[in-house]
């Protein structure tokens, strides 16, 4: 549903553009801050490292409400795809690393969204719309 | 020798080798075979210099594809043809341009490239290109340090740029001085004469724009006028064959091709910059001038089902859209370490959302890259040039181009930015955007994509006479004394520009002629091995 030549109206065309911008987001922030807590069953626990990712979880926050805007939350399987993705995830290197390997891998593959035009890696618009999803502590 | 068509006195001329057209291929093929003894008449429709009256001729008809380049004014009609205004790109066509590649129908030459390399490597000095060398890697000085692409999906190539060489002015005197060679320029041909059956030309029938008419007999003919006029002059020749000379499996003019140039078909924003920055723009080197290309590995073209496709990476100017934008955000950035509330904050400045979301790169260069795309056109039997009922200053029917692009040719460059973007993602460097055309299914195409114009296919080379309209050596097939030089003989284009492989191919063909004037006209003699004739004096 991010492919937005699969996407005729405006309004998702719309909410992709805005998981776009979170998406982004993730690759430009968290560079200094790593998520260091182990990841729990409970979905407020997967947030933390996902926010850690943010230097500014608030600005961060804004993007991913965003994001979500028109969206249907049942038709995205980000959560489920980002709970997997994070589940071995105990300290913020190998935290970090992961994602990066599991970016390439994808690039590598093929394995991309177009949202709004922009090439994404999968795990990128699954971690964006995910850190939307998830409830505070 | 050259000679003023209108001031000479015989109407009649004889020679045994006749072109038609004195542009790229005409030039080269007259040059290659100056001082071989044979008698080589070169027959020019414009003179020396741009006249309007002339040009005139080329004047025609779009239907279909829009096209910024209108028939009359995207080729030249004077000596040196459309080597007078070439931009002087180079590079061969690639390997699997000249296979037949089943997922492109109709795609395939008669001939492998290694058939055509000794004759491209001769091109290049003709051309003033330097080497034979188009591998990044052959200039480790500048590509040293480019990212490292994963072959499977991108090669790296470079164009050599021509200064452009304008053929009529460089190579206008070796023609003066040959004796074997007679350039008659104001001569236009308008028709062939055949016998009978429309097996054998007999003679070029000549007219001026002041009404005087002249006949040239040769053994040989060569046409040589470009990648229309070809098919226009085929069809021309009615008399004995009434769908034109050529023309009994109704291929000529049918299978028009040409070359797409796509302005920003996608911009990059690259969070470090200098590993592509590296592939931007020109450089010089032993005075030829260079540029890179990204393409696809011959893999990439055969798993995705794509046409042949290159992109060129170049820097968005300060006033485009996308520039502003970002400058805007990055501008905020220096006042503060981020706005308190991203989203009124920024998007209260910025209304475009694709620049906030470039904007939150944080790495991110001051302005983007922008991707050119460049893309081969599909063969197709319904693209093509066919005679108008509108006829020129010499009574002749115009032609009126009937084309449109498919859907192979917006994926084809919607796969290549696509490509772009999966490997600038592996490897770190930043993220593509594609162009918002380019997302929706369908085949509307914006207003500036440029074509070539490199009009080329009209009378396409193959094997099989209902697939093409010469053969392997360039001989019309079912004509056994007229051949075709010129882009017209491509079966399919690839991206590069043509006139190099144009060169190649006239210096192939002066070859063949030159060996099959050693023997008896009726004779079929095959295509001999590449041998140093080839070689530009």
């Not at chain 2, 210099?49 to 239907?63: F, H, M, N, V």
């Not at chain 2, 304008?166 to 041909?189: E, I, P, S, W």
């Not at chain 2, 009404?211 to 226009?232: D, H, M, P, Q, S």
């Not at chain 2, 060169?503 to 099959?516: G, M, P, Q, T």
Request: aromatic share 8%; glycine share 8%; proline share 5%.
């Amino acid at each position: 549903m991010f492919n937005a030549s699969h996407a005729p109206d405006f309004a998702l065309r719309r909410a992709s553009i805005k998981a776009i911008a979170g998406a982004l987001c993730l690759l430009g922030f968290g560079r200094n801050s790593v998520g260091a807590a182990p990841i729990g069953s409970g979905d407020a626990r997967l947030r933390a490292p996902i926010a850690a990712l943010f230097r500014d979880e608030a600005a961060a926050c804004a993007v991913g409400r965003r994001c979500l805007a028109g969206l249907a939350v049942g038709e995205y399987g980000a959560l489920e795809r980002t709970r997997v993705l994070l589940a071995p995830i105990t300290g913020g290197a190998q935290f970090r690393e992961r994602l990066a390997r599991q970016r390439r891998r994808e690039f590598a593959r093929g394995d991309t969204a177009i949202v709004n035009g922009w090439v994404l890696a999968r795990s990128e618009t699954d971690l964006c719309v995910a850190l939307a999803l998830l409830p505070r502590d | 020798m050259i000679i003023d068509f209108r001031q000479a006195d015989r109407k009649e001329i004889d020679a045994t080798l006749c072109i038609v057209g004195a542009g790229a291929a005409g030039i080269t093929l007259g040059r290659a075979l100056a001082g071989s003894g044979i008698p080589v008449c070169i027959l020019e429709s414009g003179g020396l210099e741009y006249d309007e009256r002339i040009q005139e001729l080329y004047d025609g008809k779009d239907a279909g594809f829009h096209d910024i380049y209108d028939l009359k004014n995207s080729r030249l009609r004077y000596f040196g043809g459309s080597t007078n205004h070439w931009v002087g790109h180079c590079a061969p066509a690639t390997d699997l341009d000249f296979a037949p590649r089943p997922w492109v129908p109709y795609s395939g030459w008669p001939l492998t490239k290694a058939e055509l390399d000794p004759y491209y490597e001769a091109a290049q000095h003709l051309l003033e290109i330097g080497a034979y060398r188009y591998a990044l890697s052959d200039f480790p000085d500048r590509y040293a340090k480019i990212p490292p692409f994963d072959p499977n999906k991108i090669v790296t190539r470079v164009w050599r740029l021509s200064p452009p060489t304008r053929f009529g002015a460089k190579y206008r005197d070796d023609l003066a001085r040959a004796d074997n060679v007679r350039v008659y320029l104001h001569a236009n041909v308008v028709d062939f004469d055949t016998d009978a059956d429309a097996k054998r030309v007999t003679a070029a029938r000549l007219h001026t724009l002041d009404g005087e008419r002249a006949r040239v007999r040769a053994k040989y003919f060569v046409l040589a006028c470009g990648g229309i006029e070809n098919a226009r002059l085929l069809l021309l020749s009615n008399r004995h064959a009434p769908r034109g000379l050529g023309n009994a499996h109704d291929v000529v003019g049918r299978y028009y091709i040409d070359q797409l140039r796509v302005e920003n078909a996608a911009v990059a924003a690259v969070d470090n910059e200098q590993p592509l920055a590296m592939l931007e723009g020109d450089f010089h080197r032993d005075g030829v001038r260079f540029s890179s290309l990204l393409c696809p590995s011959e893999q990439a073209q055969r798993e995705r089902q794509t046409l042949n496709w290159a992109v060129e990476v170049s820097r968005l100017t300060d006033m485009h859209p996308w520039a502003v934008a970002l400058r805007n955000v990055r501008d905020a950035w220096r006042e503060g370490k981020w706005p308190d509330d991203f989203g009124k904050q920024v998007w209260a400045v910025i209304s475009d959302l694709d620049g906030v979301a470039t904007g939150m790169y944080r790495r991110l260069q001051p302005w983007p890259l922008s991707l050119l795309a460049r893309c081969e056109v599909a063969p197709d039997p319904e693209n093509r040039v066919v005679l108008s009922g509108e006829r020129d200053a010499l009574g002749q029917n115009k032609i009126e181009r009937r084309w449109r692009l498919g859907p192979r040719e917006k994926h084809t460059i919607r796969t290549a930015t696509r490509i772009i973007g999966e490997e600038l993602g592996r490897l770190g460097l930043g993220r593509v955007k594609l162009a918002d055309w380019l997302l929706a299914d369908d085949n509307r195409w914006p207003a500036d994509v440029i074509a070539g114009p490199h009009h080329s296919g009209t009378t396409r080379m193959a094997s099989d006479p209902r697939r093409g309209v010469v053969d392997a050596t360039c001989r019309v097939h079912g004509v056994e004394n007229l051949y075709v030089a010129g882009s017209s003989v491509f079966p399919a284009g690839g991206y590069t520009h043509p006139t190099l492989t144009v060169v190649a191919l006239a210096l192939r063909l002066a070859d063949h002629l030159r060996h099959r004037l050693e023997e008896p006209i009726t004779i079929k003699t095959p295509l001999r091995s590449p041998t140093s004739s080839a070689g530009v004096s």
